[in-house]
């Protein structure tokens, strides 16, 4: 972290600001016209190149509040902390983000930024916007749900984030240990103002909870069902480095003191509070119960698919989409004859042993080497797609075991941006039966090539941007790209086998049924049962499956929608530019302008996609 830098860079900027407040002294001599696109063009480069050190000063002044994103990024500067959870630091942040945007506002001259810049510029100011935006609802969001919670983070972090290169690095993750306890004190702190709020996630979550928790506290040192996460996790990281026996067994002695002493305690406090508050919660499902929460959710869903949707239209939108894709399903039932309606072709598909690996050891490696198979496959086409290709390795990986049961179906986690980490497309194979074999092509590309991984990892990679740029997440472009690489392998001849056709459908379908289900949950007042109902009589999907999907969009409100509502708009950009380019649309070349400026709002892209393509 390079403070110094940092300050200096406000420094100058503020001496600029301060200097161009002042009028001139005498009027600045009268330069010759024919110098006058040179020295344009000397002003831009400077203000382009002003307001590029502002958003580095930024983003150092972001990341210096973070410790865990430092170590995403493969930083050790505070590899011990752990992020600020308090209320000050939230009211910190939202005045810092009052700050920088008005510093933005008021120094930077717009006009006179190169195009690059100047949509660094946009992006900045909506991205500070939205953290403005997002401060009045920070406790509407659920603080410990199945999905996320420091219950599970601490774990997941340590495990996949902290890597144990040195003995210093071994320290540092005892101390993280350590810290658990004031940590899940500042979790304490915002369930207590969440309480105050009458702000309290529907009564299924609890068992959740404190199953995930347990989870975390089961094993060595704890007691003796084999060896906890974290005590497993340090203790083979630890025996990967070359120290003698007696320091390495020093190392897990203090490990497992920090386990019992304070990792222990805080998981025990954090439980027996979920438990005691389990009576207080309702069956409803919807965020419409909680104080204002039509206009919460109203704000979701802007913020989540950077639109002007609104809840009606979605849900419309929605019950349009399952029509059609139903449609296109009897298709191919056709293609495969099989005679019978569709829900009876979906009871096939959901029971039929054809289409399950067996819930075994081996059936799990058989998904993950299948999976891997399909990303390798793609990636060897990928020059038919794309001139732009990522550096990052990646990998398949199953979902650990002490978060399986209450993870997601699947999900991906970046690369770090050294390369000293892959990025990891995790699949869930808890129960094989939720992850069947004719929906395995459709995920892998979403969440590998050319979905999440390539999106991703081509953003960390970009050169000559602001590093912000590399980093900033918009869901409705992110997960609307992976949900359009889940469909246009298709036009390039893949999903040969009709039943992985259907599968990719399945998933399509999936992502239009949440739609209906997400809306219908927190804007039309649906009940929990009914929202499962609709997806098991509208989807091949498991119940099992259809039961954690609905638990998900219950916690994570306005989420869900993201997926098909910018699958949809990268269609409608692509369709805009084929129609008038014609002949000369090419493929490679509009995947390139979707992915080449990283992360943006639905309605930035389309200008940015068509301007580079040359239609506007």
């Known amino acids: 972290m390079n403070l110094p830098r940092l300050t200096a860079a406000f420094a100058s900027f503020a001496l600029f600001a301060a200097c161009s407040a002042d009028p001139p002294a005498e009027a600045p001599p009268q330069a010759d016209p024919a110098d006058a696109p040179a020295a344009d063009e000397a002003r831009i480069t400077e203000e382009s190149a002003r307001a590029n050190a502002f958003f580095e000063a930024v983003f150092e002044e972001e990341l210096s509040h973070s410790p865990q994103f430092q170590a995403q990024l493969g930083i050790r500067d505070d590899y011990d902390q752990w992020d600020d959870l308090s209320e000050s630091s939230a009211d910190a942040a939202y005045q810092r983000a009052q700050r920088q945007l008005a510093e933005a506002e008021d120094t930077i001259d717009f006009e006179l930024l190169d195009e690059q810049t100047a949509l660094s510029y946009e992006l900045f100011r909506h991205e500070a916007q939205r953290r403005i ?10 603080m410990l749900t199945q999905m996320r919670g420091m219950h599970a983070g601490v774990p997941t972090f340590l495990i996949n984030i902290h890597r144990i290169q040195d003995e210093s690095d071994a320290e540092a993750y005892i101390a993280r240990l350590e810290r658990v306890e004031p940590l899940f004190e ?79 305690p805080a998981y025990e406090k954090l439980m027996d509070r979920v438990a005691a508050r389990e009576e207080d919660a309702t069956e409803d499902a919807g965020i419409w119960k909680l104080p204002d929460g039509s206009d919460y959710y109203a704000f979701e869903l802007e ?60 059936g799990r490696q058989a998904y993950l080497d299948g999976a891997t198979d399909l990303i390798n496959a793609f990636r060897d086409r990928l020059d038919e797609a794309f001139t732009v290709t990522p550096r990052a390795e990646m990998e398949v990986r199953a979902v650990e075991p002490f978060r399986e049961r209450t993870a997601g179906k699947a999900f991906y986690q970046r690369a770090s941006p050294d390369g000293s ?11 094989m039966e939720d992850m069947p074999i004719y929906q395995k092509e459709a995920l892998a590309y979403h969440e590998g090539i050319p979905g999440h991984h390539m999106q991703i990892a081509i953003a960390q990679e970009l050169e000559g941007i602001p590093t912000f740029r ?72 498991p119940p099992g499956d259809a039961q954690n999907a609905i638990e998900r969009y219950i916690v994570i ?60």
């Open 133 to 142: 935006d997002t401060y009045q609802w920070r406790h509407h969001s659920y």
């Open 186 to 264: 500042q979790v304490h702190e915002q369930l207590d103002i969440r309480d105050e709020k009458g702000i309290l996630p529907p009564r299924f979550t609890f068992a959740r909870v404190l199953d995930g928790a347990g989870n975390v506290i089961d094993g060595y040192p704890f007691n003796d069902n084999g060896e906890s996460p974290l005590y497993e996790d340090f203790r083979n990281k630890v025996e990967e480095l070359s120290l003698p026996e007696a320091r390495q067994n020093e190392l897990l002695e203090q490990a497992r003191a920090a386990l019992l002493e304070h990792v222990g």
């Open 303 to 362: 913020r989540m698919t950077t639109t002007e949707l609104s809840a009606q239209e979605i849900h419309d939108i929605g019950l349009r989409e399952v029509a059609r894709i139903h449609d296109e399903m009897r298709e191919i039932m056709n293609v495969v004859e099989y005679d019978g309606t569709l829900e009876e072709f979906f009871e096939f598909m959901r029971t039929d042993e054809q289409f399950y690996y067996p819930d075994t050891d081996e």
């Open 421 to 431: 980490r892959p990025g990891i497309y995790y699949a869930n194979l808890y129960r």
């Open 470 to 541: 590399r980093h900033i997440h918009y869901q409705a472009y992110t997960e609307g790209w992976a949900l359009y690489s889940e469909y246009f392998p298709k036009e390039m001849g893949f999903y040969e086998d009709p039943y992985s056709d259907f599968g990719r459908l399945a998933m399509e379908l999936w992502r239009a049924a949440r739609l209906v289900v997400d809306t219908g949950l927190h804007e039309l007042q649906w009940t929990r049962e009914e929202a499962i109902d609709y997806l098991v009589e509208n989807t091949p999907n």
């Open 557 to 616: 409100p306005g989420q869900a929608t993201v997926y098909l509502i910018g699958m949809l708009r990268i269609l409608d950009i692509r369709e805009t530019a084929r129609e008038a380019l014609g002949d000369d649309f090419d493929i490679r070349e509009f995947h390139d302008a979707v992915l080449e400026n990283g992360a943006m709002p639905l309605d930035m892209l389309e200008e940015v996609v068509l301007e580079r393509l040359g239609v506007r």
